[in-house]
C-alpha cells in the first residue's frame, strides 16, 4: 500500500526583511537575510522588453566579485556564502540586447541587516505590549510571503550607525572565528560561495495558518555562535525516519575530492539519533551503474555508520543520475532492504556533474510518492538539473559550491534544515487525497469477471473481460504505472469487452482496472497487474578483434531494434574521464583511438526509436603497444654492428635503439623512422659485451622493448704488408688498413735477422705508408707493425722478412736535338735486369710544373714533347731494377726559341707550313693540328674539363663529346703551335647541333689575340641556317665569307654532319659539307 503524504513549509531559519532606500535606486530593492551568509533580493520589475537582469554583489575589502547572471525578467536572486561582517556594493543592471543600465544600487552589512530587522521587531513586540494595535494587512502579508517580514525602516534607523562605527566593529569581529559564509585571504579555495541564481519563493499552506507552521522551526533558531560551532549541534528528534544518501562517484570527482565527501557527508549525518527504531541511513554510490555500499537496515548506531563511511571505496565512472536515482526506488527504499512503510523518506543528492540521462523523469517519481528529495551540487553540477530533481521549497532543497573544500560551509545549515524537515514531517497528520465518492452496486450481476492480460510486449497489452449479465452502458479502463506515472484511461461502449494498451512504456509494471458504468452508478471495477516486457537486448556480446587502440565488437540483433548505441568509457592512469559514444545500424562496431592496455568498459543498447533495451556490457583491455619482433645482430666489427628487427605494425612512426656496454661506460641512442628495419651502431668498443633494446615508438607512446646481447670483435691488425726498395739506404714499407678511420697511430718496428738493434717508427692512423731509412746493402730485415685504436685497443703484430738489394743507376745522361716545344734524352743502361726507367722533369722557373713519364727498360732515350720554348729544363733518370728503384741521375737542357708568332692586327708574319706537325687521318699522314686533342677532348683527359661529357657512342673512328650550353673551351695558342697558321689551309669539323644550341649566332672555333679579339675562325647562325669563315689578312683587313646554300642548312637538323673548309690562295673560300 503506497501512501502519498503532501506538506508545505513556508518558514526559513533566521530570515530578516529589510527595505534599502539609500544609493541610486535603492528604494526599489528589497533585502532578506535568510541565514547568516545568505541574502535574497527582489527589486519591483522594470517596465518595457528587456533580455533579463544582471546582478552585481561586490566586497568592499577585495575579495573575488561574485555575479549572478538573470536571463529571465524575474526579479529576484538569491546569493550564498558572504561573509556576516563584511560590507558589499549591490548593483542591479537591466541588460538590453548588448547594452546595460544601472537599475539600483545600494551597500549593505549582513549583520547590519539583522540587527536593523530586530530593532524592528523588539519595536513591535514593545508596541504590541502597549496595547498598540497592528493592521491586520501587514500580518497577513508576512504570513502569505513565507518569511517573517517587518515594516520597512524609516530613513534614520537605517543610517544611525556610522560606517566608522561599522569598521570598527568589523575590526573587532575580526578577531573571531570565521563564520560559515567567511573565508581568508591565505585560503584561495574556501573565497568561492554558495550560489544560488532566481530561488523558488516558498508559500504556506492555504489550510494552516502561517504562525503553527512557523512555531516549529521557531524552537530551532540558534545563536551565531551555535551556528558556527555547526559539528556540535544534535538533532534532538526521534522521528521514525529512513535517509538514502546517493553520491556521485564518477570519474571527474577524483579520489582526492572523494575524500572530502566523505568527510561531509560523516558530518552530516553526526547529529541525528541513529537507531533501528528512530532514524535508518543507507548509502548507494552511481557512476555508469548505481552500487548500493549499504542498506538501511545494515547498521544500527551512529559509530557504526560513520566507520562505513570512513571504509567507502572510491567507484569511477560516468554520471547517470536517472539510473542512480531509479536504483533508490527500487532497491534502497525496499522493505527488505530495511524502508519502513510508516517512516518519512528523504534523499540526499551530491553530485558534480551534468546527468548523462534523463534524471528528472526518476525524481518525479520518488517526488510523487512523497520522498523528499535534496540535491547538492558541486564545481560543474548543472543548476538547473538540480531544481528539476530536488523537491519544494528549492530554496531549502537545492545547495551548489564551486569546489568541494567548500562543501564544509554547508554542514551547519543543511543538518539544521535536515532536522527541522523531519520533525515537521512527524507532526504532520498523514492524508491522502479526498475521492468523491460514487454509488455502486456491488451485485455480481453488475460487475465484469474474469479478467485476462494477453499479447504482452514492451509497449503493449492486450485485455478481455466477461461483461456482467446486466450491459454496462459504458466501460471505464484506467491504467497506470505501479510505480508512479500518469494515471490514463479510455472509455468503451458497453458492448465492447476487450482493448488493447498501446504506447506503454517497457519493462513497467502496470495496475489495470475496467469500471463498468451504469446510468446512475458505477459497479465495482476488475483490477489486474502486469509488467511490459523489456525492450530486447542485444545478444551474444563478444569481442572479435582487439588490437592496442581499437576493440571489435559483434552481437546477435535484436528484432525491431532501429540502431544501435554503444557507451565505452574508461580512466586511463592520469586522464580525465574518457567516454565514446557510437550509434551504429549493424549489430557490429569498430571502437577506434584507444589507449594501449587500458581496460573499457561497454555497454550495447538496442535502440527503438528513442525507447532504449537494457544494455549488454562486456568489459576487455586493450593490447600493449607491440615491440618489435625477430632481433637479430650481423655485420659484427671492432666498433661497430648492424641490429636488425621487424616492425609488428604498420601503425609505428619511429623505433629508438638503445645500447649500453656491460661495464657502463659507453652507452647511446639511436632513433630511426618507423620504415626502418635496421640501425648500424656506432663507435662500439673492442671485445666488449652489449645490451642492446629495440622499442617502437607509436603515437600512444612506447612499446615495450626487446633486448638482446652481442659482443665485439678483436681489432684487426694491419694486412698485405708490401716492401719496396727505394735509392740510397731506404726502402718503402706499405700495407692495408682495415679500419684506418678507427687507427690513432701504426707503430712499425725493424731489425736486421742477426739481432741487431732494433729501430722503431710512428706513423700517424690515416697513412697506410712509411719509408724505412738507414738500411744496409745486402742484408736480411725483419720488420714488424701494429696498431693503436681510438678505444686504447692494439692489434695483434704483423711481420715480414725482407733481404736489401744493389740496385745502379743509369749513366752518361745528355740531352741534344732541342726544339721550342721538344729535347731528347740519352743515357747509358746499368748492368742488371731493368724493368723500366723513370724520368722527371720541369721547368728550372718552376719546380712545381714537375712531369713524369715512364720509358721501356730496353731503351736508352726518350723525346719530351710540348714543351716551352727558350727554357731550361731540369730532367731526373732513375733505372727501376726488379729489386727496386736506384738512385738518381740528372741534368739540364734548353729548348730551342720560337721563331715566328701567330698573326695579329698589328701585322702580319709569313708563317712557316713545314712548321705544321705531322698528324695522321683518314687519308694518311697530314701536317696540322688534333684540336680535339689539343682541347683534351680525349678519353684519358675529358673528365677534368668543366662542361664536358664523352657519349657512349664512335661516329667515324672518332670519340664523340657533348658540350654543355654556354661552355667555352680557350687554350693558349702558344701551347699549340709556336708558328702562324698558313695562308692556305683546311678545317674540318664533325658536328652535330642539339636542341638546347642557342639560337643567336655563334663561334664553333677561332683564334684570337691576346686582347681576345678573334682573327681567325667559322660561326653558325641558327637563325638563318647560315655558316661564315672569316679571317684578317696580312693588313689586318678582315675578310668574311657566308654559306647558305642548301646543303649548308642541313647542319641544323640535328644530325651529325662533316664540314670542310677550304682555302686557297688567290682562291675563293669553298665550302664542302657532307
Same mark, same amino acid.
Given at each position: 500500500?503506497?501512501?502519498?503524504?503532501?506538506?508545505?513549509?513556508?518558514?526559513?531559519?533566521?530570515?530578516?526583511?529589510?527595505?534599502?532606500?539609500?544609493?541610486?535606486?535603492?528604494?526599489?530593492?528589497?533585502?532578506?537575510?535568510?541565514?547568516?551568509?545568505?541574502?535574497?533580493?527582489?527589486?519591483?520589475?522594470?517596465?518595457?522588453?528587456?533580455?533579463?537582469?544582471?546582478?552585481?554583489?561586490?566586497?568592499?575589502?577585495?575579495?573575488?566579485?561574485?555575479?549572478?547572471?538573470?536571463?529571465?525578467?524575474?526579479?529576484?536572486?538569491?546569493?550564498?556564502?558572504?561573509?556576516?561582517?563584511?560590507?558589499?556594493?549591490?548593483?542591479?543592471?537591466?541588460?538590453?540586447?548588448?547594452?546595460?543600465?544601472?537599475?539600483?544600487?545600494?551597500?549593505?552589512?549582513?549583520?547590519?541587516?539583522?540587527?536593523?530587522?530586530?530593532?524592528?521587531?523588539?519595536?513591535?513586540?514593545?508596541?504590541?505590549?502597549?496595547?498598540?494595535?497592528?493592521?491586520?494587512?501587514?500580518?497577513?502579508?508576512?504570513?502569505?510571503?513565507?518569511?517573517?517580514?517587518?515594516?520597512?525602516?524609516?530613513?534614520?534607523?537605517?543610517?544611525?550607525?556610522?560606517?566608522?562605527?561599522?569598521?570598527?566593529?568589523?575590526?573587532?569581529?575580526?578577531?573571531?572565528?570565521?563564520?560559515?559564509?567567511?573565508?581568508?585571504?591565505?585560503?584561495?579555495?574556501?573565497?568561492?560561495?554558495?550560489?544560488?541564481?532566481?530561488?523558488?519563493?516558498?508559500?504556506?499552506?492555504?489550510?494552516?495558518?502561517?504562525?503553527?507552521?512557523?512555531?516549529?522551526?521557531?524552537?530551532?533558531?540558534?545563536?551565531?555562535?551555535?551556528?558556527?560551532?555547526?559539528?556540535?549541534?544534535?538533532?534532538?528528534?526521534?522521528?521514525?525516519?529512513?535517509?538514502?544518501?546517493?553520491?556521485?562517484?564518477?570519474?571527474?570527482?577524483?579520489?582526492?575530492?572523494?575524500?572530502?565527501?566523505?568527510?561531509?557527508?560523516?558530518?552530516?549525518?553526526?547529529?541525528?539519533?541513529?537507531?533501528?527504531?528512530?532514524?535508518?541511513?543507507?548509502?548507494?554510490?552511481?557512476?555508469?551503474?548505481?552500487?548500493?555500499?549499504?542498506?538501511?537496515?545494515?547498521?544500527?548506531?551512529?559509530?557504526?555508520?560513520?566507520?562505513?563511511?570512513?571504509?567507502?571505496?572510491?567507484?569511477?565512472?560516468?554520471?547517470?543520475?536517472?539510473?542512480?536515482?531509479?536504483?533508490?526506488?527500487?532497491?534502497?527504499?525496499?522493505?527488505?532492504?530495511?524502508?519502513?512503510?510508516?517512516?518519512?523518506?528523504?534523499?540526499?543528492?551530491?553530485?558534480?556533474?551534468?546527468?548523462?540521462?534523463?534524471?528528472?523523469?526518476?525524481?518525479?517519481?520518488?517526488?510523487?510518492?512523497?520522498?523528499?528529495?535534496?540535491?547538492?551540487?558541486?564545481?560543474?553540477?548543472?543548476?538547473?538539473?538540480?531544481?528539476?530533481?530536488?523537491?519544494?521549497?528549492?530554496?531549502?532543497?537545492?545547495?551548489?559550491?564551486?569546489?568541494?573544500?567548500?562543501?564544509?560551509?554547508?554542514?551547519?545549515?543543511?543538518?539544521?534544515?535536515?532536522?527541522?524537515?523531519?520533525?515537521?514531517?512527524?507532526?504532520?497528520?498523514?492524508?491522502?487525497?479526498?475521492?468523491?465518492?460514487?454509488?455502486?452496486?456491488?451485485?455480481?450481476?453488475?460487475?465484469?469477471?474474469?479478467?485476462?492480460?494477453?499479447?504482452?510486449?514492451?509497449?503493449?497489452?492486450?485485455?478481455?473481460?466477461?461483461?456482467?449479465?446486466?450491459?454496462?452502458?459504458?466501460?471505464?479502463?484506467? *491504467?497506470?504505472?505501479?510505480?508512479?506515472?500518469?494515471?490514463? +484511461? $479510455?472509455? =468503451?461502449? &458497453?458492448?465492447?469487452? /476487450?482493448?488493447?494498451? #498501446?504506447?506503454?512504456?517497457?519493462?513497467?509494471?502496470?495496475?489495470?482496472?475496467?469500471?463498468?458504468?451504469?446510468?446512475?452508478?458505477?459497479?465495482?471495477?476488475?483490477?489486474?497487474?502486469?509488467?511490459?516486457?523489456?525492450?530486447?537486448?542485444?545478444?551474444?556480446?563478444?569481442?572479435?578483434?582487439?588490437?592496442?587502440?581499437?576493440?571489435?565488437?559483434?552481437?546477435?540483433?535484436?528484432?525491431?531494434?532501429?540502431?544501435?548505441?554503444?557507451?565505452?568509457?574508461?580512466?586511463?592512469?592520469?586522464?580525465?574521464? *574518457?567516454?565514446?559514444?557510437?550509434?551504429?545500424?549493424?549489430? +557490429? $562496431?569498430? =571502437?577506434? &583511438?584507444?589507449?594501449? /592496455?587500458?581496460?573499457? #568498459?561497454?555497454?550495447?543498447?538496442?535502440?527503438?526509436?528513442?525507447?532504449?533495451?537494457?544494455?549488454?556490457?562486456?568489459?576487455?583491455?586493450?593490447?600493449?603497444?607491440?615491440?618489435?619482433?625477430?632481433?637479430?645482430?650481423?655485420?659484427?666489427?671492432?666498433?661497430?654492428?648492424?641490429?636488425?628487427?621487424?616492425?609488428?605494425?604498420?601503425?609505428?612512426?619511429?623505433?629508438?635503439?638503445?645500447?649500453?656496454?656491460?661495464?657502463?661506460?659507453?652507452?647511446?641512442?639511436?632513433?630511426?623512422?618507423?620504415?626502418?628495419?635496421?640501425?648500424?651502431?656506432?663507435?662500439?668498443?673492442?671485445?666488449?659485451?652489449?645490451?642492446?633494446?629495440?622499442? /617502437?615508438?607509436?603515437?600512444?607512446?612506447?612499446?615495450?622493448?626487446?633486448?638482446?646481447?652481442?659482443?665485439?670483435?678483436?681489432?684487426?691488425?694491419?694486412?698485405?704488408?708490401?716492401?719496396?726498395?727505394?735509392?740510397?739506404?731506404?726502402?718503402?714499407?706499405?700495407?692495408?688498413?682495415?679500419?684506418?678511420?678507427?687507427?690513432?697511430?701504426?707503430?712499425?718496428?725493424?731489425?736486421?735477422?742477426?739481432?741487431?738493434?732494433?729501430?722503431?717508427?710512428?706513423?700517424?692512423?690515416?697513412?697506410?705508408?712509411?719509408?724505412?731509412?738507414?738500411?744496409?746493402?745486402?742484408?736480411?730485415?725483419?720488420?714488424?707493425?701494429?696498431?693503436?685504436?681510438?678505444?686504447?685497443?692494439? /692489434?695483434?703484430?704483423?711481420?715480414?722478412?725482407?733481404?736489401?738489394?744493389?740496385?745502379?743507376?743509369?749513366?752518361?745522361?745528355?740531352?741534344?736535338?732541342?726544339?721550342?716545344?721538344?729535347?731528347?734524352?740519352?743515357?747509358?743502361?746499368?748492368?742488371?735486369?731493368?724493368?723500366?726507367?723513370?724520368?722527371?722533369?720541369?721547368?728550372?722557373?718552376?719546380?712545381?710544373?714537375?712531369?713524369?713519364?715512364?720509358?721501356?727498360?730496353?731503351?736508352?732515350?726518350?723525346?719530351?714533347?710540348?714543351?716551352?720554348?727558350?727554357?731550361?729544363?731540369?730532367?731526373?733518370?732513375?733505372?727501376?731494377?726488379?729489386?727496386?728503384?736506384?738512385?738518381?741521375?740528372?741534368?739540364?737542357?734548353?729548348?730551342?726559341?720560337?721563331?715566328?708568332?701567330?698573326?695579329?692586327?698589328?701585322?702580319?708574319?709569313?708563317?712557316?707550313?713545314?712548321?705544321?706537325?705531322?698528324?695522321?687521318?683518314?687519308?694518311?699522314?697530314?701536317?696540322?693540328?688534333?684540336?680535339?686533342?689539343?682541347?683534351?677532348?680525349?678519353?684519358?683527359?675529358?673528365?677534368?674539363?668543366?662542361?664536358?661529357?664523352?657519349?657512349?657512342?664512335?661516329?667515324?673512328?672518332?670519340?664523340?663529346?657533348?658540350?654543355?650550353?654556354?661552355?667555352?673551351?680557350?687554350?693558349?695558342?702558344?701551347?699549340?703551335?709556336?708558328?702562324?697558321?698558313?695562308?692556305?689551309?683546311?678545317?674540318?669539323?664533325?658536328?652535330?647541333?642539339?636542341?638546347?644550341?642557342?639560337?643567336?649566332?655563334?663561334?664553333?672555333?677561332?683564334?684570337?689575340?691576346?686582347?681576345?679579339?678573334?682573327?681567325?675562325?667559322?660561326?653558325?647562325?641558327?637563325?638563318?641556317?647560315?655558316?661564315?669563315?672569316?679571317?684578317?689578312?696580312?693588313?689586318?683587313?678582315?675578310?668574311?665569307?657566308?654559306?647558305?646554300?642548301?646543303?649548308?642548312?642541313?647542319?641544323?637538323?640535328?644530325?651529325?654532319?662533316?664540314?670542310?673548309?677550304?682555302?686557297?690562295?688567290?682562291?675563293?673560300?669553298?665550302?664542302?659539307?657532307?
Amino acid at each position: 500500500m503506497l501512501i502519498h503524504t503532501c506538506f508545505f513549509f513556508a518558514c526559513l531559519p533566521v530570515v530578516s526583511h529589510v527595505w534599502g532606500r539609500v544609493g541610486q535606486g535603492s528604494g526599489r530593492l528589497k533585502l532578506t537575510v535568510l541565514s547568516e551568509d545568505r541574502l535574497q533580493m527582489k527589486w519591483k520589475e522594470t517596465e518595457g522588453t528587456i533580455n533579463g537582469y544582471k546582478v552585481r554583489v561586490k566586497p568592499m575589502a577585495g575579495d573575488s566579485e561574485q555575479e549572478v547572471m538573470l536571463k529571465t525578467k524575474t526579479p529576484k536572486a538569491t546569493v550564498g556564502g558572504l561573509s556576516p561582517t563584511k560590507e558589499y556594493t549591490l548593483q542591479v543592471y537591466v541588460l538590453n540586447g548588448s547594452q546595460e543600465a544601472l537599475f539600483a544600487k545600494r551597500k549593505f552589512v549582513i549583520e547590519d541587516l539583522k540587527n536593523a530587522s530586530q530593532t524592528r521587531n523588539n519595536r513591535r513586540n514593545s508596541g504590541a505590549a502597549s496595547g498598540k494595535n497592528l493592521t491586520s494587512s501587514g500580518s497577513s502579508a508576512a504570513e502569505h510571503s513565507g518569511v517573517a517580514e517587518a515594516t520597512p525602516p524609516p530613513l534614520n534607523a537605517v543610517l544611525t550607525q556610522p560606517v566608522k562605527d561599522r569598521a570598527e566593529k568589523k575590526k573587532q569581529k575580526g578577531t573571531h572565528p570565521k563564520g560559515l559564509g567567511e573565508t581568508t585571504r591565505n585560503q584561495p579555495s574556501a573565497e568561492a560561495s554558495v550560489t544560488e541564481a532566481t530561488p523558488t519563493t516558498t508559500r504556506s499552506s492555504p489550510h494552516t495558518p502561517a504562525n503553527s507552521e512557523r512555531e516549529p522551526l521557531g524552537k530551532e533558531k540558534l545563536s551565531k555562535d551555535s551556528l558556527r560551532r555547526g559539528s556540535q549541534f544534535q538533532c534532538d528528534t526521534s522521528a521514525m525516519t529512513d535517509i538514502v544518501l546517493l553520491v556521485d562517484g564518477s570519474w571527474s570527482i577524483g579520489r582526492n575530492n572523494f575524500k572530502l565527501i566523505k568527510e561531509f557527508l560523516s558530518n552530516l549525518i553526526s547529529p541525528f539519533s541513529i537507531a533501528q527504531d528512530k532514524i535508518r541511513v543507507g548509502l548507494s554510490q552511481y557512476s555508469s551503474d548505481p552500487r548500493t555500499e549499504w542498506d538501511l537496515s545494515t547498521y544500527s548506531t551512529r559509530d557504526q555508520v560513520l566507520e562505513a563511511m570512513r571504509n567507502l571505496r572510491y567507484k569511477g565512472g560516468n554520471t547517470f543520475t536517472g539510473l542512480a536515482l531509479t536504483h533508490v526506488l527500487e532497491q534502497n527504499l525496499k522493505p527488505d532492504a530495511g524502508a519502513r512503510l510508516e517512516a518519512e523518506k528523504l534523499v540526499v543528492l551530491l553530485t558534480d556533474g551534468k546527468s548523462q540521462d534523463d534524471a528528472n523523469l526518476a525524481a518525479q517519481t520518488l517526488k510523487n510518492l512523497g520522498i523528499e528529495i535534496f540535491a547538492i551540487g558541486v564545481k560543474n553540477a548543472d543548476e538547473a538539473e538540480l531544481k528539476q530533481v530536488a523537491s519544494e521549497p528549492l530554496e531549502l532543497t537545492v545547495y551548489n559550491v564551486l569546489d568541494f573544500p567548500l562543501l564544509s560551509n554547508l554542514v551547519g545549515r543543511l543538518t539544521r534544515v535536515l532536522c527541522t524537515r523531519i520533525k515537521e514531517k512527524s507532526n504532520k497528520e498523514k492524508a491522502g487525497s479526498t475521492v468523491k465518492d460514487l454509488p455502486v452496486n456491488t451485485g455480481p450481476q453488475l460487475s465484469p469477471t474474469d479478467l485476462k492480460i494477453s499479447a504482452v510486449t514492451s509497449k503493449s497489452m492486450h485485455l478481455t473481460w466477461s461483461p456482467p449479465p446486466r450491459p454496462p452502458k459504458k466501460y471505464r479502463v484506467v *491504467y497506470y504505472p505501479s510505480k508512479g506515472g500518469s494515471t490514463k +484511461e $479510455v472509455v =468503451l461502449d &458497453g458492448e465492447i469487452s /476487450s482493448l488493447r494498451l #498501446s504506447n506503454l512504456t517497457s519493462h513497467t509494471e502496470y495496475l489495470v482496472s475496467v469500471f463498468p458504468v451504469y446510468d446512475m452508478f458505477v459497479g465495482d471495477g476488475l483490477r489486474g497487474i502486469t509488467s511490459t516486457l523489456p525492450l530486447s537486448s542485444p545478444r551474444s556480446l563478444r569481442v572479435s578483434e582487439l588490437t592496442h587502440n581499437s576493440i571489435r565488437l559483434s552481437w546477435k540483433a535484436a528484432q525491431g531494434a532501429t540502431q544501435y548505441l554503444v557507451l565505452c568509457s574508461a580512466a586511463p592512469d592520469g586522464a580525465e574521464d *574518457y567516454t565514446k559514444e557510437v550509434k551504429v545500424a549493424q549489430p +557490429e $562496431v569498430l =571502437l577506434a &583511438g584507444l589507449s594501449p /592496455s587500458t581496460e573499457y #568498459s561497454v555497454a550495447v543498447y538496442a535502440m527503438y526509436g528513442e525507447d532504449a533495451s537494457d544494455p549488454a556490457s562486456i568489459q576487455e583491455t586493450t593490447l600493449a603497444l607491440s615491440p618489435p619482433r625477430y632481433l637479430s645482430f650481423s655485420e659484427l666489427s671492432h666498433a661497430s654492428v648492424r641490429v636488425s628487427w621487424e616492425a609488428a605494425s604498420p601503425a609505428v612512426k619511429a623505433h629508438r635503439v638503445a645500447y649500453v656496454s656491460s661495464r657502463g661506460s659507453n652507452a647511446g641512442e639511436v632513433e630511426v623512422p618507423g620504415t626502418a628495419t635496421s640501425t648500424v651502431l656506432r663507435p662500439l668498443s673492442s671485445l666488449t659485451q652489449y645490451f642492446i633494446s629495440v622499442r /617502437s615508438t607509436y603515437e600512444e607512446g612506447d612499446s615495450f622493448p626487446i633486448t638482446g646481447n652481442v659482443t665485439t670483435l678483436k681489432v684487426p691488425p694491419p694486412r698485405a704488408l708490401k716492401v719496396t726498395e727505394l735509392s740510397g739506404n731506404s726502402l718503402r714499407l706499405q700495407w692495408e688498413a682495415v679500419a684506418a678511420s678507427d687507427v690513432v697511430v701504426y707503430q712499425i718496428k725493424w731489425s736486421t735477422a742477426g739481432g741487431g738493434n732494433p729501430q722503431e717508427l710512428s706513423i700517424a692512423g690515416n697513412v697506410a705508408t712509411a719509408v724505412l731509412p738507414g738500411l744496409q746493402k745486402n742484408t736480411d730485415y725483419k720488420i714488424s707493425i701494429w696498431a693503436y685504436y681510438k678505444d686504447g685497443a692494439r /692489434s695483434d703484430t704483423v711481420s715480414i722478412q725482407h733481404r736489401t738489394n744493389s740496385r745502379s743507376p743509369p749513366t752518361n745522361l745528355f740531352i741534344d736535338s732541342e726544339t721550342p716545344t721538344s729535347l731528347q734524352v740519352h743515357w747509358t743502361p746499368p748492368d742488371g735486369r731493368i724493368q723500366h726507367y723513370k724520368i722527371t722533369y720541369n721547368p728550372v722557373s718552376d719546380a712545381g710544373a714537375q712531369q713524369t713519364i715512364m720509358a721501356p727498360g730496353k731503351s736508352n732515350s726518350v723525346t719530351l714533347q710540348s714543351l716551352l720554348p727558350d727554357r731550361a729544363y731540369k730532367v731526373i733518370v732513375s733505372a727501376i731494377h726488379y729489386t727496386g728503384e736506384s738512385e738518381v741521375t740528372s741534368t739540364t737542357g734548353r729548348t730551342a726559341p720560337v721563331l715566328s708568332k701567330f698573326p695579329s692586327i698589328r701585322g702580319y708574319i709569313p708563317s712557316k707550313t713545314e712548321a705544321c706537325p705531322t698528324i695522321s687521318s683518314t687519308k694518311g699522314s697530314v701536317r696540322g693540328f688534333d684540336m680535339m686533342e689539343a682541347f683534351g677532348l680525349v678519353e684519358k683527359e675529358y673528365a677534368s674539363i668543366k662542361g664536358v661529357a664523352m657519349e657512349p657512342f664512335i661516329f667515324s673512328g672518332s670519340r664523340t663529346f657533348t658540350l654543355f650550353r654556354d661552355i667555352q673551351l680557350t687554350q693558349r695558342t702558344s701551347d699549340i703551335h709556336l708558328f702562324a697558321i698558313p695562308p692556305e689551309h683546311t678545317i674540318s669539323i664533325l658536328l652535330r647541333l642539339l636542341p638546347d644550341t642557342p639560337k643567336e649566332p655563334f663561334a664553333v672555333w677561332q683564334i684570337t689575340d691576346e686582347d681576345f679579339q678573334p682573327l681567325l675562325g667559322v660561326n653558325l647562325d641558327p637563325s638563318k641556317k647560315s655558316l661564315t669563315y672569316f679571317n684578317h689578312d696580312y693588313k689586318a683587313d678582315l675578310q668574311e665569307v657566308s654559306f647558305d646554300q642548301q646543303e649548308v642548312k642541313k647542319i641544323f637538323y640535328g644530325s651529325f654532319h662533316k664540314v670542310l673548309i677550304k682555302r686557297e690562295r688567290n682562291v675563293a673560300h669553298d665550302l664542302t659539307p657532307v
